[in-house]
């Protein structure tokens, strides 16, 4: 079993930043790769950025690419999404998940936390 709570979210500006964290318990290192989605009003939930826990391989949606970016603290099990320049398209309830297989299956992760939500004014 792996619990994951997302906390970090609220509302930015347009053009500002934002650094979500999630914090993971439980089996962690079971699961090699730990991704942020997002989910917009009246869309499927899209897949934002991954990280693997032993070496670190972070991949990135082009959406996001060159404005956010994803670390890990082993340590503390704690996996973070830095958010710059934020835009009105990044306005969504952000989950970070588990998975031991593709980085961007939505349908292969096994755990998610609750969400937190991110609203970017313009």
């Known amino acids: 079993q792996v619990q994951l709570v997302e906390s970090g979210g609220g509302l930015a500006q347009a053009g500002g930043s934002l650094r979500l964290s999630c914090a993971a318990s439980?089996?962690?290192?079971?699961?090699?790769?730990m991704g942020w989605f997002r989910q917009a009003p009246g869309k499927e939930r899209e897949f934002v950025a991954a990280?693997?826990?032993?070496?670190?391989?972070?991949y990135y949606a082009d959406s996001v690419k060159g404005r956010f970016t994803i670390s890990r603290d082993n340590a503390k099990s704690t996996v973070y999404l830095q958010m710059n320049s934020l835009n009105a398209e990044d306005t969504a309830v952000y989950y970070c998940?588990?998975?031991?297989?593709?980085?961007?299956?939505?349908?292969?992760?096994?755990?998610w936390g609750q969400g937190t939500q991110v609203t970017v004014s313009s």
């Open positions: 998940g588990a998975t031991l297989k593709s980085y961007d299956d939505f349908a292969g992760y096994d755990y």
């Open positions: 439980g089996r962690t290192f079971s699961y090699n790769v």
């Open positions: 990280i693997t826990w032993r070496i670190g391989t972070t």
